[in-house]
T-cell receptor
Framework: EAQVTQNPRYLITVTGKKLTVTCSQN?????MSWYRQDPGLGLRQIYY???????DKGDVPEGYKVSRKEKRNFPLILESPSPNQTSLYFC????????????FGPGTRLTVT | AQSVTQLDSQVPVFEEAPVELRCNYS??????LFWYVQYPNQGLQLLLK??????LVKGINGFEAEFNKSQTSFHLRKPSVHISDTAEYFC?????????????FGQGTTLQVKP
């Protein structure tokens, strides 16, 4: 089954404790992206990747890192999480650019205390 | 800078009534436009998109949208809604050719279909 998976689905952590949210797709997609969803703000793009080793900033990249060492994986790294990064995070992928349909993962709800 | 504004945060409507969800954008260059739907506790899925050509775009589940360049709008419509259409709807914009990675979403509109 074609899908985007994210782990963990739920995470509660403390300020400053490094964490990684994994994202994996099995559709051989070149394009992958991370978003955060906050009430009243919609989805905001954090980072995106057009292919392996090619990443670029979205609208809200501060406090986040990404890497794309393999085509299927696009982890989101929070080196020193802060409470303002409490949010619902979505990973998405598409064939090779944003104009193609993006397939979204189920989301990761992160709480930073 | 580009921005997307969804003019209604919530739209209540009775089942089988028509509905319009409004979306306006601002951009100094040509854009690609999208509508996504998010059902409760799920990720988003694409409803429809406008890249070029006919300004009336048809999508899944009976939805359609019309691109109006002079009004910089991309409103979503459905002639008769069902209870199952209850969800949050997001309008999004991407810059045209030359920028194929960045995507900007609106704030979302919650469609509440009542029996």
């Amino acid at each position: 089954e074609a899908q985007v998976t994210q782990n963990p689905r739920y995470l509660i952590t403390v300020t400053g404790k490094k964490l990684t949210v994994t994202c994996s797709q099995n559709m051989n997609h070149e394009y992958m992206s991370w978003y955060r969803q906050d009430p009243g703000l919609g989805l905001r793009q954090i980072y995106y990747s057009m292919n392996v080793e090619v990443t670029d900033k979205g609208d809200v990249p501060e406090g986040y890192k990404v890497s794309r060492k393999e085509k299927r994986n696009f982890p989101l790294i929070l080196e020193s999480p802060s409470p303002n990064q409490t949010s619902l995070y979505f990973c998405a992928s598409s064939l090779n650019r944003v104009t193609y349909e993006q397939y979204f993962g189920p989301g990761t709800r992160l709480t930073v205390t | 800078a580009q921005s997307v504004t969804q003019l209604d945060s919530q739209v209540p409507v009775f089942e089988e009534a028509p509905v319009e969800l409004r979306c306006n954008y601002s951009s100094s260059v040509s854009v690609y436009l999208f509508w996504y739907v998010q059902y409760p506790n799920q990720g988003l899925q694409l409803l429809l998109k406008y890249l070029s050509g006919s300004t009336l775009v048809k999508g899944i589940n009976g939805f359609e949208a019309e691109f109006n360049k002079s009004q910089t709008s991309f409103h979503l419509r459905k002639p008769s809604v069902h209870i199952s259409d209850t969800a949050e709807y997001f309008c999004a914009v991407s810059l045209g050719p030359g920028n194929t990675g960045k995507l900007i979403f609106g704030q979302g509109t919650t469609l509440q279909v009542k029996p």
